[in-house]
C-alpha cells in the first residue's frame, strides 16, 4: 500500500510530488500519524489543473454518449480491483469498520454504474424538437431543437463522514462527469490515503478508456486550496457536502466572482422525526430501540441523523422514555472521523444541556479511548423549542432532542417551525392518518425526502431518490446530490434553430432523436428499439 500511495497531488496525467510543505493523515481510533505525507496544493497547482480541465471540456463533453458510460463504469471496475487496500486504509483513517467502508465502496460503484446507465439512456438530455412550418400564417415557424449540454469544469470537495461514496468518486464526481463535465477534486484532508488511491484508479480508467488529458484531477490540500479552486475563471459549478458554515462561505466565494457560478452545498439537517400518537401507543419500544440505532450509527456522523423528535405527551410516553434510555445505556461510543470533529460535537452536546429548560433523558456509556463521542438524547417542551432558535440547529454526532407536544396543533407548529430539511420522518399507524394529514403539505415544503415507519440514515442510490431539500438542507433546493435527478445540476440548455444537419450534435440528428427518449412537437417519443 505503501508504494501506492505517495502524496502526490495528481493532476490530469502528472504526479506532483508532496514538497516543503506537507500535511499529515491520522488515525482517529489512536491518534498515531499515517505515512505518507501529503503535498498541499497550492495556487500553482489549482491553475494547472483547473486550465488542463477547461482544454478538456470541449473533447470530453463531445464523446460519444455510450464511451462516457464505458469511463463511469471503469471507474467503478478499477475502484473494486484496488481490493483490501483500499478498505484497510479507509478503516485506519476514519475509525469506521470494514463493514461499513465495503458497504460504501459497494454503494459508490453502484451509483458509477447506474449513471453510466442513465448516460447509454440520453434522457437526461432533454430533448425537445419543434418541427418546422415554413407555411404557417402570419409567421413561419423556424426549426428548432434543444438539449442540455455540460456547464463545463466542476469543483468537487469530498466530504468528511463518506470518504468514498461523497468523496473523490462519489456522487459529485459521478453525476459531473456524467453530464460531461471535467472534474477537480479538492481532497478531504481527514481521508488522504483513500482519496489517492480512489483518484489513481480513476486516473486508470480515464487513460484504458481513452478519455482526455484533464478530465480529472486531485488536489489534497486545505482551506486555501478550496478557495483558490472555487475562484478560478475556468470552475464553472462547486459540487460541497460538509458543515453550513464551510457551505455559505463557498456560497459567497463563488458569487463575488466576475462571474459567479452555482454551488451546490449540502450542509446542515437535524432531519425532524414526528411519532405520532397510535404509533407511540401501539409500538413505543420498538421505535425507541430504531430511534437509538438511528442516532448512534456511524457515530452519528451522518447528514440524515434524526436530531428533532417530536413527541405527545401522554400514558405512553414513560415507558418510550425508559426503553430509550435503557437502549442508549448500553451503548458505547465509536471514534469520531477526527479530532476537530469530536472536539466539536463535545461542545454541540454540552451547549444542547446547558440550555435553559433541557433536561437529559438518556446518555451511552463513559467514552473509552481518544475521539469517542459520548451519545446523549435530551428533553424539552413545544414552548421552549419555538423561543430558543438554538434548539434546532445540528449537532453532528450522537446527540438529539425531544421536544413534548401537548396536542396536535402542537405538532403542527413544530413543524412550521423547523427549517429546510433533507428529511422528514412520520411514525404512524393507520389510526393516525388524519393527523399525518395535516402535516404532510408542511413537510412537503420543509424536506426533500419524508418517510414513514423507517429512520432516515440510508439513502437509496436509486432515479426516485432525493438527497437536498430546502435552505439551510442545501444551498439550491430544486435539486439532490443522490440520484440520477442529480446530473441536472450540472447542464444548461442550448436551442439550435435552423442549424443544418451536418452541424447538429448527434443527439439531435435523425438517428439520435431514433434512439434516445424525446419531446417532439409537443408528443412524448419514445423509441421502441435503441442501441449504444
Not at 470518504?163 to 462527469?177: E, I, R
Not at 446542515?268 to 442516532?295: D, T
Not at 479530532?339 to 454541540?348: D, L, P, Q, V
Not at 393516525?432 to 440510508?458: C, H, Q, S, Y
Request: charged fraction near 20%.
Amino acid at each position: 500500500m505503501s508504494e501506492t500511495i505517495t502524496g502526490a497531488a495528481l493532476i490530469g496525467r502528472a504526479d506532483v510530488p508532496a514538497a516543503e510543505t506537507r500535511m499529515t493523515a491520522y488515525n482517529p481510533s489512536t491518534g498515531e500519524e499515517l505515512s505518507p505525507e501529503f503535498r498541499i496544493s497550492d495556487e500553482a497547482d489549482v491553475a494547472r489543473a483547473a486550465d488542463l480541465a477547461w482544454g478538456a471540456f470541449d473533447t470530453y463533453r463531445q464523446l460519444p454518449l455510450a464511451q462516457r458510460a464505458d469511463f463511469l463504469s471503469a471507474i467503478a471496475a478499477e475502484i473494486m480491483s484496488l481490493g483490501d487496500a483500499l478498505i484497510q486504509r479507509a478503516v485506519a483513517e476514519t475509525g469506521l469498520g470494514a463493514g461499513r467502508m465495503e458497504t460504501e465502496r459497494t454503494r459508490t460503484c453502484s451509483q458509477l454504474e447506474l449513471f453510466a446507465n442513465a448516460v447509454r439512456r440520453g434522457d437526461w438530455l432533454d430533448l425537445r424538437v419543434e418541427d418546422a412550418m415554413p407555411d404557417r400564417r402570419p409567421l413561419r415557424r423556424a426549426d428548432l431543437r434543444m438539449r442540455q449540454i455540460a456547464l463545463g469544469p466542476v469543483a468537487v470537495f469530498g466530504s468528511s463522514n463518506f470518504p468514498l461514496a461523497f468523496s473523490v468518486a462519489g456522487g459529485d464526481t459521478a453525476s459531473a462527469l456524467a453530464a460531461g463535465c471535467p472534474v477537480v477534486v479538492k481532497g478531504h484532508p481527514a481521508h488522504l490515503g483513500t482519496g489517492e488511491l480512489v483518484a489513481r484508479a480513476l486516473l486508470k480508467a480515464a487513460a484504458l478508456t481513452d478519455m482526455p488529458d484533464g478530465v480529472f484531477s486531485y488536489l489534497p490540500g486545505e482551506i486555501a486550496t478550496g478557495t483558490a479552486l472555487v475562484k478560478h475563471r475556468h470552475i464553472k459549478a462547486v459540487g460541497f457536502t460538509g458543515s453550513r458554515g464551510g457551505g455559505l462561505a463557498l456560497v459567497a466565494l463563488a458569487a463575488a466572482r466576475p462571474e459567479p457560478i452555482p454551488v451546490y452545498a449540502e450542509m446542515s439537517s437535524v432531519n425532524p422525526v414526528f411519532v405520532l400518537p397510535a404509533a407511540l401507543w401501539a409500538r413505543g419500544p420498538a421505535i425507541a430501540k430504531g430511534y437509538v440505532g438511528s442516532l448512534t450509527l456511524g457515530a452519528g456522523q451522518f447528514c440524515t441523523n434524526p436530531g428533532l423528535m417530536f413527541v405527545l405527551d401522554g400514558p405512553a410516553l414513560p415507558p418510550f422514555l425508559q426503553v430509550l434510555a435503557t437502549e442508549l445505556g448500553e451503548t458505547e461510543p465509536a471514534p469520531m472521523l477526527t479530532s476537530g470533529i469530536h472536539a466539536a460535537f463535545e461542545r454541540g452536546r454540552d451547549a444542547l444541556a446547558a440550555r435553559e429548560s433541557v433536561t437529559t433523558v438518556a446518555e451511552s456509556r463513559p467514552p473509552k479511548g481518544p475521539n469517542r463521542g459520548g451519545a446523549a438524547v435530551f428533553r424539552t417542551d413545544l414552548q421552549t423549542f419555538l423561543h430558543d432558535e438554538q434548539l434546532e440547529r445540528e449537532v453532528f454526532g450522537a446527540a438529539s432532542l425531544v421536544v413534548v407536544c401537548q396536542d396536535v396543533n402542537e405538532l403542527r407548529q413544530a413543524a412550521e417551525q423547523f427549517e429546510g430539511q433533507l428529511t422528514a420522518t412520520l411514525h404512524l399507524d393507520a389510526e393516525d392518518t388524519p393527523v399525518a394529514r395535516e402535516l404532510m403539505p408542511v413537510l412537503e415544503r420543509k424536506a426533500g425526502r419524508i418517510l414513514a415507519n423507517d429512520w432516515p440514515t440510508g439513502v437509496e442510490v436509486a432515479e426516485a431518490m432525493v438527497h437536498g431539500g430546502p435552505y439551510p438542507a442545501t444551498s439550491q433546493s430544486h435539486t439532490t446530490s443522490v440520484g440520477t435527478l442529480a446530473i441536472r445540476r450540472f447542464l444548461r440548455p442550448v436551442c439550435y434553430q435552423d442549424i443544418p444537419t451536418a452541424l447538429l450534435p448527434p443527439e439531435l440528428n435523425a438517428d439520435g432523436l431514433a434512439r434516445i427518449p424525446h419531446l417532439r412537437n409537443g408528443m412524448v417519443v419514445v423509441p421502441s428499439e435503441r442501441s449504444d
